[in-house]
Nanobody, 120 residues
Framework: QVHLVESGGGLVQAGGSLRLSCAAS????????MGWFRQAPGKERAFVAT????????YYADSVKGRFTISRDNAKNTVYLQMNSLKPEDTAVYYC?????????????WGQGTQVTVSS
């Protein structure tokens, strides 16, 4: 089972950018599809983006499409989430997850999360 550690969260003003990283260990990273999810206060955890093992296929939630980009570096066992044009409604704890397929990412391994706060 792969172990995941997120980093890169913080406080940013609306319109700003952040890049989240998720480092994986304990498994063959290129065997896994990866995803980012987020949970805002008082809300359920929600899908943000996923990427397949090679990076050739990505999916995004409508709310982040055109602003966020998911990518991966299999040589570094790391998946990234570049977040641009941030909005206060993007404030949440962001989690990365790993699964055998894009469809099963949410049922796989999870990191501990990193807080992103966007001020207006």
């Amino acid at each position: 089972q792969v172990h995941l550690v997120e980093s890169g969260g913080g406080l940013v003003q609306a319109g700003g950018s952040l890049r989240l990283s998720c480092a994986a260990s304990g498994g063959t990273f290129s065997n896994y599809a990866m995803g980012w999810f987020r949970q805002a206060p008082g809300k359920e955890r929600a899908f943000v983006a996923t990427i397949n093992w090679s990076g050739g296929t990505t999916y995004y939630a409508d709310s982040v499409k055109g602003r966020f980009t998911i990518s991966r570096d299999n040589a570094k066992n790391t998946v990234y989430l570049q977040m641009n044009s941030l909005k206060p409604e993007d404030t949440a704890v962001y989690y990365c997850a790993a699964g055998r397929t894009i469809a099963t990412v949410k049922n796989g391994s999870w990191g501990q999360g990193t807080q992103v706060t966007v001020s207006s």
